[in-house]
């Protein structure tokens, strides 16, 4: 079974500037996709950016980047230019996948809230 | 298409009673999954559907839950004599066979 942990409940940070939330999962598998969610008060949850384990390069999605160190299990987001925006809950998550197909679910940390202040 | 729709919004309930949620997919999607997330929590995998046929179910969704995708399209969760820790955001989310999941807004269901 795939566990992932977010070890920061709450997180804050100043309007313009950089933070990174940190996410370390556990697995067996070797092919895999990690994602990060975006949760904004009663809204619904949407993809930030996703990584595919086969790949070295780290995803980047504007200003959202990702730090995925394989082998360490570790998969960070970098928020730079914090925007008030980003004021959410953010989740990182797993999921099994073989041969370009997914298993489907997803294993979800617990999350972490953070606040941009301005 | 305007997403996936979850219906109703809220829900509260007696315990005891039974109460059933709707999910409308994306239209050409076809897998369909269904989430708990309690308060500050995140979400935990119920179920999943790909198309009409239900491939995956947690061992969370005790035998007083059931869902069902009849035609591969909506999708509906019932729970039976609901119980207050039954009380939970449930998430709907489809996706195509590959990643790339769209959630839904979720039904909050409070059992009092």
């Known amino acids: 079974a795939q566990t992932v942990t977010q070890s920061q409940p709450e997180m804050s940070v100043q309007e313009a500037e950089t933070v990174t939330l940190s996410c370390t999962y556990d697995?067996?598998?070797?092919?895999?996709?990690l994602f990060w969610y975006k949760q904004p008060p009663s809204r619904q949850m949407i993809l930030v950016i996703r990584?595919?384990?086969?790949?070295?390069q780290n995803a980047t999605e504007n200003r959202f980047s990702v730090n995925f160190q394989k082998a360490a299990k570790s998969f960070s987001l970098k928020i730079s230019d914090s925007q008030l925006g980003d004021t959410a809950m953010y989740f990182c998550a797993f999921m099994r996948t073989a041969g370009g197909t997914s298993y489907g679910k997803l294993t979800f940390g617990q999350g972490t809230i953070l606040t941009v202040h301005p | 298409d305007t997403g996936v729709s979850q219906n109703p919004r809220h829900k509260i309930t007696k315990r005891g009673q039974n109460v059933t949620f709707r999910c409308d997919p994306i239209s050409e999607h076809n897998r369909l999954y269904w989430y708990r997330q309690t308060l500050g929590q995140g979400p935990e995998f119920l179920t999943y559907f790909q198309n009409e046929a239900q491939l995956e179910k947690s061992r969370l969704l005790s035998d007083r839950f059931s869902a069902e995708r009849p035609k591969g399209s909506f999708s509906t969760l019932e729970i039976q004599r609901t119980e207050q820790g039954d009380s939970a955001m449930y998430l709907c989310?489809?996706?195509?066979?590959?990643?790339?999941?769209?959630f839904g807004s979720g039904t909050r269901l409070t059992v009092v």
């Open positions: 989310a489809s996706s195509l066979l590959n990643y790339g999941y769209t």
């Open positions: 697995t067996s598998e070797n092919n895999y996709y």
């Open positions: 990584q595919e384990a086969y790949k070295q």
